[in-house]
């Protein structure tokens, strides 16, 4: 069984600019989730997809949205990059995350850093 | 919101000893408590979880033990040998918000030969 796929591994971007990472979950998991890693902050959650709506949202700036698709592959965006935003971005998969049952698994990542 | 507190930061153990990490957290409502190792370049792994009708939680050489009334959960890793060596967090949620993970800042553990 494949796990938690994202894409691209590593990019560098310039300030201003915006960004696109892309998760495909575990097969039949349908809750996507993201967070962001840095060395200063840990990992924190940005925000969670279920069925394509958002079901919560952590601390962030309205410019990181994301999205989600009918086959439960999830999208963000970063838009107007900053240098802190410079990070890894964890993508997450459960079945399902109101059940007291879910486990959640975490991809490898996408390495983003913005000069 | 919730927060949760790890402890030490760094742990240097002799391989076969065991090693010992502890998170507490500071919301009674959180009632899931996974702990994920991470190895450089690489995205957490779950290695063990407990939730909060259990008292205690064994994995072969991993367990993980929970006190709810203090708060207070602990990652024991016996026999450790050199590829434990990576980076644990350990992390809570609630019910109904269980992808919405708070983590502890991490203990890279390092087992010496």
């Known amino acids: 069984k494949a796990g938690v796929t994202q894409t691209p591994r590593y990019l560098i971007k310039t300030r201003g600019q915006q960004v696109t990472l892309s998760c495909s979950p575990i097969s039949g998991h349908r809750s996507v989730s993201w967070y962001q890693q840095t060395p200063g902050q840990g990992l924190q959650f940005l925000f969670e997809y279920f069925s394509e709506t958002q079901r919560n949202k952590g601390n962030f700036p309205g410019r990181f949205s994301g999205r989600q698709f009918s086959n439960s592959r999830s999208e963000m965006n970063v838009s107007t990059l900053e240098l802190g935003d410079s990070a890894l971005y964890l993508c997450a998969s459960s079945l399902d995350s109101r059940s007291s049952g879910n486990t959640i698994y975490f991809g490898e990542g996408s390495w983003l850093t913005v000069v | ?113």
Request: hydrophobic share 30%; net charge neutral.
């Open chain 2, 1 to 113: 919101g919730e927060n949760v507190e790890q402890h030490p930061s760094t742990l240097s153990v002799q391989e076969g000893d065991s090693a010992v990490i502890k998170c507490t957290y500071s919301d009674s409502a959180s009632n899931y408590f996974p702990w994920y190792k991470q190895e450089l370049g690489k995205g957490p792994q779950l290695i063990i979880d407990i939730r909060s009708n259990v008292g205690e939680k064994k994995d072969q050489r991993i367990a993980v033990t929970l006190n709810k009334t203090a708060k207070h959960f602990s990652l024991h890793i016996t026999e450790t040998q050199p590829e434990d060596s990576a980076v644990y967090f350990c992390a809570a949620s609630k019910p109904g918000t269980a992808s919405k993970l708070t983590f502890g800042t991490g203990t890279r553990l390092q087992v010496t030969l």
